[in-house]
């Protein structure tokens, strides 16, 4: 199916002329083939190709719904290469490296006082009780990344504008819907996915090296945990770096896709209104009726961002992996998150059965914070370098 498909036509509640979109655009082609994130337990040739090609070492057993098979980009590469010394040597590396390499980027972070002696205390003392610690991110690791939230106080998306995310079953029902989403994601795309892991993120890279951090679970899907180099983790809601096709489920890459789009598209133009997170931006819908979108290369189906929209639900399989990692942990750190979401909260509430310590590090109220065992009101990039971890992987 080449660039010549026909599209649907797409139905416009406005005055202005709108040419009709063909009806899911051309079909992609020659696109790379990638596994999908419901069944990466085992490799194919691509996955290994991938795989040996971002790791200068030999990888760790691959677990399904972890970073550790592929990494879903071309230009952020990894590497895995032991820290060069053992003990407190290493444990000061670990942590000079991580907070010499970033500078944060304050424009959507709340107003917050900088941490407290006891505070810092109190998180010491958490962190090295714990032997297996599970570790539950959100939006506010990403905030100091120049990535907008939706709550935040006075900066997320809520409180900037009445805008709101997609919800799934408009995405799935509706061509418009569709055309706008992918509109806005391509001009927001180039800036979403340049955005780099702060301190907070090689922070918790670094825990997972020395043996603290068990299980790392990010409600993200800016895949900067992958770009800091964290493996031992799950994408609870996926990752915008990765497409597939909704009818025969083939994957590609959002990069792949984003030239797709400026062939498709070569003198579409349009001047972006804002930013919101997960890589939107906001345009009138005089600026997106002449957009087109390609349709999946393989069947001629819908394409969608590897992600859990709101309104849809956390897979099933998933879901039972993670709480079997949440049931080898002996506590769990929340790092800015206020946990509104319950395909999150579900893991605070699990643990709190299995009467896990808790501890929560976010600006701003969380809805754990009536039974956690420690809530600190700081930035995530601002405190954890403050935490001493020792190597126990030796």
Not at 99 to 127: G, I, K, M
Not at 131 to 149: C, H, N, Q, W
Not at 268 to 287: I, N, R, S
Not at 358 to 363: H, Q
Request: charged share 20%; aromatic share 8%.
């Amino acid at each position: 199916m080449g660039f010549g498909a026909l599209l649907e036509p797409v139905k416009h509640n406005s005055d202005f002329h709108c040419p009709p979109l063909r009806s899911e655009g051309p079909a992609l082609s020659s696109l790379p083939q990638l596994p999908s994130e419901r069944s990466r337990a085992s490799k194919d040739p691509l996955q290994q190709e991938l795989h040996d090609k971002r790791f200068s070492s030999p990888p760790v057993p691959a677990l399904p719904f972890s970073r550790t098979d592929y990494s879903p980009f071309s230009s952020c590469e990894r590497t895995r290469s032991a820290l060069p010394c053992r003990g407190p040597a290493r444990q000061h590396y670990a942590r000079s490296q991580s907070v010499s390499r970033t500078s944060p980027n304050l424009a959507f972070v709340p107003a917050c006082l900088p941490p407290d002696p006891v505070e810092v205390e109190e998180l010491q003392h958490f962190v090295s009780n714990s032997k297996r610690l599970f570790v539950m991110t959100g939006a506010g690791i990403s905030t100091e990344s120049g990535i907008p939230d939706y709550r935040s106080e006075g900066v997320g998306l809520y409180a900037r504008t009445d805008r709101r995310p997609i919800q799934h079953a408009e995405f799935i029902r509706s061509a418009s819907a569709r055309q706008r989403y992918w509109a806005r994601n391509f001009v927001g795309w180039p800036q979403f996915s340049s955005h780099q892991p702060n301190t907070a993120h090689l922070v918790l890279r670094d825990w997972e090296k020395l043996g603290k951090l068990h299980w790392l679970v990010t409600q993200n899907v800016d895949a900067l945990h992958t770009k800091a180099g964290s493996q031992r983790m799950t994408e609870l809601h996926g990752c915008t770096h990765r497409v597939f096709c909704l009818a025969c489920g083939d994957q590609i890459l959002r990069s792949e896709l984003q030239e797709h789009f400026e062939a498709l598209n070569p003198t579409w133009k349009a001047e972006a209104f804002g930013v919101a997170p997960d890589g939107d931006v906001f345009l009138t819908d005089e600026q997106v009726c002449n957009f087109q979108v390609p349709a999946c290369s393989k069947c001629g189906g819908i394409l969608k961002p590897d992600v859990t929209f709101f309104g849809d639900t956390v897979s099933r399989e998933k879901v039972s992996f993670v709480h079997e990692r949440l049931a080898e942990s002996d506590s769990m750190l929340v790092a800015g998150s206020s946990m509104q979401v319950y395909s999150g909260y579900r893991f605070a509430l699990a643990a709190r059965e299995k009467q896990l310590p808790i501890a929560i590090l976010n600006i701003g109220p969380t809805r754990l914070d009536h039974f956690a065992s420690l809530k600190l009101n700081s930035r995530c990039g601002e405190l954890l370098p403050l935490i001493v971890v020792d190597d126990t992987t030796s």
